[in-house]
């Protein structure tokens, strides 16, 4: 199939991912899909199950007949085994009781298991502010809908199909995050991730040390006065440049000692454009998957010379209103060795919004500079009843195809500056396990075209790519 490449993880999702720890989900783990049901509500153990015995000397005691036998003679362990008979398991009916009915209606099981997963996810995203144009301000209003949000998904919805969650981070969200809000006044205070990231510079400067020995704290401290000497001095430097050229290679020198997180600069008005690449003819790039119809598309014949690229980087555009930043779309074979090809959102030639699947980045065409991106075109489709992903804003999607008797989706070409965002896109799992079956990955599936017509997609409604800032007046 075409989307069969995921992208790998960065450190900054991860880091995100292990939010909701921090913030009060983190009962959630014991949850799985499918094994649902009160604790409290599991039958009483079969009438036929044969206890443990101990075929053990009863030790005298100090304390008199009355004390417990910890199953050791005088040799020391003398337990012998016995066979057990467990009942047979029993699926607990919670779709017939009157909650379930009240806040799922007819929705089976496994839809209502996730939806709450997304309940979660939505929940999480409003405490951490994703995905949202104002992240500092936050009203009285919105404050009580959050906590009333907060309350209903601890004590309905998870106390309903995973059993009560007896833990002090659950009680803290159900009850106490309103008191939380007014107290604090912001939603920040509570991540720890801004304190752990700088340990790094401590780290930086223990590596200067010897290790060893009581002057190990007088060396860090000698190292950490070296280290603001030195910026101090390239930002004295900065000031006195003039010149532009040196002005970028200064910048590029504090990204390099300091890093990019750490520069207090702007940055520069245009992205540098990278000259790294690699030259082909149009009939090899042709030759890829799915890329058959790249000359006619590009109007150019097989001979025709293409510098293509790993990779663009540009300043994307979110719906949502919050400030553009920097991001960086792949198209290709091997990134940290694996196969990565990002989706991204587009405007087409009518200002449309458009989805495309990247196959094929080119930064000069016919010998001429031209920069664009090649995508595999993706279109929205209706949804299946009553699905939660689509409930909570996730978009279905298909494949775009030209005519029924084409075997790949129709191309376009997609000039970088119309390139919106990079978008996160899973495959449709429910639809693949029911055509392959449930050990059903996009790696072990058929690639052919009937297969890349009836595959969907949803886009990930909750990745968080913007959040709440931890200083936001820094």
Not at 277 to 299: K, S, T
Request: charged share 25%; glycine share 8%.
């Amino acid at each position: 199939m075409c989307c069969r490449f995921f992208v790998p993880p960065t450190v900054k999702q991860l880091q995100m991912t292990g939010r909701l720890w921090r913030y009060g989900l983190a009962m959630m783990p014991h949850m799985m899909a499918g094994v649902c049901g009160p604790a409290e509500d599991l039958p009483p153990p079969h009438s036929d199950v044969a206890p443990a015995r101990a075929d053990v000397d009863r030790r005298p005691s100090i304390l008199g007949d009355e004390e417990l036998d910890d199953g050791h003679g005088p040799e020391g362990a003398v337990l012998s085994a016995t066979e057990e008979f467990l009942p047979e398991p029993v699926a607990l009916d919670v779709v017939s009781t009157a909650k379930y009915k009240r806040l799922f209606g007819t929705l089976p099981l496994h839809r209502a298991v996730l939806d709450v997963f997304c309940r979660m996810a939505a929940l999480s995203g409003r405490l951490m502010g994703d995905n949202i144009g104002q992240t500092t301000r936050m009203s009285e209003q919105q404050m009580r809908s959050l906590a009333r949000e907060a309350q209903e998904f601890v004590i309905d919805y998870v106390d309903l199909l995973f059993g009560p969650a007896h833990t002090t981070k659950a009680h803290r969200l159900a009850n106490h995050l309103l008191a939380a809000l007014f107290d604090n006044g912001n939603l920040w205070e509570g991540d720890t991730s801004e304190n752990e990231a700088l340990h790094g510079a401590c780290k930086r400067m223990y590596c200067r040390t010897n290790k060893r020995g009581p002057t190990i704290v007088l060396q860090m401290m000698r190292a950490t006065e070296t280290q603001c000497e030195v910026l101090r001095e390239l930002r004295k430097m900065k000031d006195d440049v003039v010149d532009a050229n040196g002005d970028d290679a200064l910048y590029g020198l504090l990204e390099e000692v300091v890093g990019a997180d750490d520069v207090a600069t702007a940055p520069p008005a245009a992205l540098a454009r990278s000259h790294r690449g690699v030259r082909m003819r149009v009939m090899d790039a042709e030759e890829l998957p799915g890329m058959a119809g790249l000359g006619e598309l590009l109007g150019k014949d097989g001979d025709c010379s293409l510098v293509v690229s790993s990779s663009f980087t540009f300043y994307c555009n979110f719906e949502w209103g919050a400030e553009a930043v920097v991001q960086t779309a792949c198209a290709t074979e091997s990134y940290l060795g694996k196969p990565r090809y990002d989706h991204v959102w587009y405007a087409d030639t009518n200002c449309q919004r458009r989805l495309g699947w990247s196959r094929l980045v080119v930064r000069m065409l016919g010998g001429v500079v031209d920069d664009f991106v090649v995508v595999h075109r993706m279109e929205e489709v209706p949804s299946r009843p009553d699905c939660p992903l689509t409930r909570w804003g996730c978009k279905r999607m298909a494949w775009s195809f030209l005519s029924p008797d084409v075997e790949w989706p129709a191309l376009a070409r997609v000039p970088l500056t119309s390139v919106l965002r990079v978008e996160h896109v899973v495959p449709d799992f429910e639809g693949l396990s029911d055509r392959h079956g449930l050990h059903a990955v996009p790696s072990n599936t058929p690639n052919t075209a009937v297969e890349r017509r009836v595959e969907r997609f949803f886009t990930n409604h909750f990745y968080p790519f913007t959040s709440r800032v931890l200083n936001p007046s820094s």
